[in-house]
Structure formats: C-alpha cells, structure tokens
C-alpha cells in the first residue's frame, strides 16, 4: 500500500543526476553550531555525536553516508530546517567519521546495527525525549532500514518514525553500479579518503596483514571490502558481507512508520535497490520515487529558497507521525 506519489519537480539542469548529485556537495552552503559530546562504547572505543538543540522534547538522529561526517551538507542542511521547526537534531558521527581516527581496528560498515542500537540506547537513557526521529542518507541510510527492522520486536515506544534517503538497500547490486565507468569519479573520490584512513589502520595496528600494493590498486568497493571490512569484521568474502548488511531482507519486518525517498535517475542505485514490492506489501514501510534527484541531492533549482524540499518532505512526515 504505502507507495507515495512525489512533488519533487525540479528545473532543467538539475534534471540531470550528476549535477544534482554533485550540486548539493559542492555548491551549497550550510553551517550549523554544534555541541560535540564523546560517549564510550561498549568495546572500549568512542562515537562522537554533534548536537544541535533548540529546547525540543523531540529529537532526530541524523546519520550520514559512506565517508560523510556531521558536516556534510545534507546534515546540515535538516539540521538547521529542524531546528527552525523547533526540532532538536544530533549528528551521530559513524566511527572514524568526526575527524579523529576510532580507537579500534574496525570502523563502520553498511550493516552495523549495533551502534546504532547503542546510540538509540545512550539518548534514551540519557536524555528526557518524548519523541525519537532515525534519518539516515545513503550508508546511514542502509543502517536506519536495517534497525528498523532488525530491533523491530525490542526498540523503544518513543521512536516515532524513521526517514531514509538515497539508499543502496541491496549493496551487491549497488557495488556493481557504482563500478561502472559513468562512476569512476565518484568511485575514486570515495576510495582516496578510505585508502588514508585504512592506511592509518595498518600503522597502528601492525599485525593486520594489508597489502598495500592492492589497496592502491583497488578500484572496486569489491576490492576494498576483500582487503578491510570483509576479513576485519568477519565475513568469509565481499558478497557475505553485501548480503549481511543489506537492509532490503529487514523491510518486511518494519513496525514504525518508516520512509524511503530515492530518486529514479540515482546514479549508485541498480534495479534491485527500489523496493516497490515491499512498500506494496507493508503498512509501515512508505516509499517515495522521484523522477530526477540524482543520489542525496534533490535540489530544485539556482535559488536558495526553492531548495528544501527534501527537508520540507522529511518534516512533513515528521509532524505527521509524533
């Protein structure tokens, strides 16, 4: 049932996916103020989560995609229509994301749920919400779909909804998109950053056996999780990985008011990562296709006002569900 007709109709050069995927990162402009609080987790490491509060008794837990941080644009840009709103906001930082290395040999993958659980858990404990909002994007995307519903049976009562943006819910089928040459600029830009960050690793952690030949060599998100996250977090091979930590399995088990809003003409995405049959088959899992979009841009035009429908959408959905 929960397919939803879109409103997004942007203008012409921003019909293009690559502009639009590329415009937002580039070209916007968004700062926000934030209180950085480092909590402990549970394996002795640390996450750090960015708040930005305005005296709300709801709160969103913003959680960005591969690479990004709390200052990415998109964050910044719901952090402050939020806060507008009269919503408080925390950027949760995905280890190794806020600027400083983790403590441990392990970061972040698409498929891990476990610190979300404990962020989710140390909010609730700590803080006095009414009302707790999930939005992730892309990454943290996959991660909010697959909480959802991984801890349907257990999450608290006070998650109202949750918001997913832009997401590869099937990473094999995505993996292979991106490997595609319209990706290679792409591609490249997100593995320049987690080659130094994997390179940090190795130095301080000598007895992981990388081979550094291969890791500059790589030019596959297949071969970078068969140098680093596939041997370091368990999994037998990249594709048990994929098929793990893919969120499209645990759509069918959503309990809360969930939404996913992905554009058509998303570069990363193939076929496999649009979950029309799911969101016919739920009750609770609603999606939104735009036509144009490209991948976490959805800007509409040259004009500042004219670009926040993506926010104007989230809130929306908001209001509706607390």
Request: proline residues 4%; glycine residues 4%.
């Amino acid at each position: 049932m929960p397919l939803l007709k879109s409103t997004f109709s942007p203008t012409l050069p921003f019909r293009n996916s690559h502009f639009n995927t590329i415009y937002r990162a580039l070209f916007t402009k968004e700062t926000v103020t934030y209180t950085r609080k480092r909590i402990t987790t549970w394996d002795q490491d640390f996450i750090d989560l960015d708040f930005s509060l305005v005296g709300s008794k709801t709160l969103t837990i913003l959680i960005h995609g591969l690479e990004g941080s709390s200052q990415s644009k998109y964050m910044l840009a719901a952090t402050n229509e939020l806060n507008t709103e009269g919503i408080d906001a925390v950027s949760f930082n995905l280890r190794s994301c806020s600027g400083e290395d983790n403590l441990l040999l392990q970061s972040y993958h698409s498929g891990k749920t476990d610190d979300v659980h404990f962020v989710v858990n140390h909010l609730l404990v700590n803080y006095e919400y009414d009302n707790i909002v999930l939005i992730g994007y892309s990454l943290g995307g996959n991660l909010t779909l697959k909480y959802m519903g991984e801890f349907a049976k257990t999450q608290s009562s006070k998650i109202k909804c949750a918001i997913a943006v832009s997401v590869p819910i099937d990473l094999a089928s995505s993996g292979t998109a991106m490997s595609s040459l319209k990706n290679k600029v792409y591609m490249e830009a997100f593995l320049k950053t987690l080659r130094l960050k994997i390179l940090e690793k190795a130095h301080k952690f000598p007895e992981f056996p990388l081979n550094k030949d291969q890791l500059f060599k790589a030019k596959t998100f297949r071969e970078f999780d068969a140098l680093y996250t596939a041997p370091v977090f368990g999994f037998s091979e990249p594709e048990d990985y994929w098929e793990k930590a893919s969120s499209k399995p645990y759509l069918q088990y959503i309990e809360t008011p969930t939404l996913l809003i992905t554009s058509e003409d998303d570069p990363f995405l193939a076929e496999a990562c649009y979950p029309i049959k799911e969101a016919k088959a739920s009750k609770k899992f609603y999606l939104e296709i735009t036509n144009y979009g490209g991948h976490v841009g959805f800007i509409s035009s040259f004009l500042v006002h004219q670009n926040r429908w993506l926010e104007n959408r989230m809130l929306n959905f908001i209001k509706q569900n607390i």
